[in-house]
Structure formats: structure tokens, C-alpha cells
T-cell receptor, first 113, second 111 residues
């Protein structure tokens, strides 16, 4: 069964460093998303991406964050100058059509120390 | 604004039915979803219902939607210990690609 894969599963980084979280969406999907879940809190939408551009972003997704689809298969989230409060589980998702049946990856746990 | 609320915890005995409830505020919701999260794992899409439907059944899962009351429920028949997980309700709107999640309901199935 096709699935969304994310790497790494766990990343520890020092405050102020840049991290890149990687995702391989389901191959025929056109819509891509990043969500995050701070420990004990709700899953929060960060950004959606379609046709090589951001289609929607939340207030959380400020200039510290960027997304890219560098080739036909990968979808990345870059966090510049990480802060302690960026520690969370980051989920990538993809869907064949916008707003329906989003399939999530296993997540990357980011720990900023 | 958009908000999705769920009760935090439900405990049932193995073999019983579980009913997990969810309320949402935005009447323009187009799709409503149930996701399952096992410990340390990602979000697994269980089922979803389009807002013009009242009910959807998929094997042991039954989703009921009361659009007037903005209430969604997930019934799991013959609940098994493997069903122990956190269940998230989520909504999406036609005008947006994003999902709005509830806080999740932790289901504990006792043997």
C-alpha cells in the first residue's frame, strides 16, 4: 500500500541551527502539507503546497519556515534558526485532491536543545 | 473561528462498542475525518464522511453526522485491545486545503 515516508524519525538540534525535514509523498498525489504536534497539544496546520507553490499557510508558518519540492519526489520543510519552542512532532501529508483524504507520514520528532 | 472539540478519554471493555464524539463549529465544513494515532506513530486515516451524508459504515466503524447540531461520532463495534489509541476528529472546508483537528480522545480498551 502506498505511504508517505518521512526522514529522519528523530532529529536533535541545537538552538539556532537550521534543520531540514524530509518527506516523500505518495507518488501520484498533487497536494502536500506539513503539520506539527507539540507534545500534549493539538495537531496544527502549517502549510499546504500545490503546483510548486504555497497554497495556504498558517500564522505559525512565518519567515523562519520554508518548503520546497526540490525534485519530483521529495517535499522538504526547512526551519531556520531553531528555537526551543519548535520542538514538536512534524507530520507530512499528501492527498490526491485538495482537502480530501490526506495521508500522513509517521512524523519526525524534532528536539531543539 | 473554526474549532473542533472532543472528550479527552474513554475506557471500554473488550468486546463492547465504543462511541467517540466530536463537535465542530464551522457549518461550512465539507469533509469530516477520523484519524487514529497509536503510541509513537503517525496519523492513520480511518474514515471520512462528506457533509451531505448522515452515516457511513465501514466494517466495524460507523460514522454518524448530525449537521444541525454539528456533531460527529465514531462507533467502533466489538472493540479490541488493538483499538487502544488516540482518535482525532478533523474537518476541512471547501475554501481551504487544511485540516482542523480536535484534541483527540484517548481510547483505552480493558481486557
Amino acid at each position: 500500500e502506498p505511504e508517505v515516508t518521512q526522514t529522519p524519525s528523530h532529529q536533535v538540534t541545537q538552538m539556532g541551527q537550521e534543520v531540514i525535514l524530509r518527506c516523500v509523498p505518495i507518488s501520484n498525489h498533487l497536494y502536500f502539507y506539513w503539520y506539527r504536534q507539540i507534545l500534549g497539544q493539538k495537531v496544527e496546520f502549517l502549510v499546504s503546497f500545490y503546483n510548486n507553490e504555497i497554497s495556504e499557510k498558517s500564522e505559525i508558518f512565518d519567515d523562519q519556515f520554508s518548503v520546497e519540492r526540490p525534485d519530483g519526489s521529495n517535499f522538504t520543510l526547512k526551519i531556520r534558526s531553531t528555537k526551543l519552542e519548535d520542538s514538536a512532532m512534524y507530520f507530512c501529508a499528501s492527498s490526491g485532491t485538495g482537502g480530501t483524504e490526506a495521508f500522513f507520514g509517521q512524523g519526525t520528532r524534532l528536539t531543539v536543545v | 473561528g473554526e474549532d473542533v472539540e472532543q472528550s479527552l478519554f474513554l475506557s471500554v471493555r473488550e468486546g463492547d462498542s465504543s462511541v467517540i464524539n466530536c463537535t465542530y463549529t464551522d457549518s461550512s465544513s465539507t469533509y469530516l475525518y477520523w484519524y487514529k494515532q497509536e503510541p509513537g506513530a503517525g496519523l492513520q486515516l480511518l474514515t471520512y464522511i462528506f457533509s451531505n451524508m448522515d452515516m457511513k459504515q465501514d466494517q466495524r466503524l460507523t460514522v454518524l453526522l448530525n449537521k444541525k447540531d454539528k456533531h460527529l461520532s465514531l462507533r467502533i463495534a466489538d472493540t479490541q485491545t488493538g483499538d487502544s489509541a488516540i482518535y482525532f476528529c478533523a474537518e476541512s472546508m471547501d475554501s481551504s486545503y487544511k485540516l482542523i483537528f480536535g484534541s483527540g480522545t484517548r481510547l483505552l480498551v480493558r481486557p
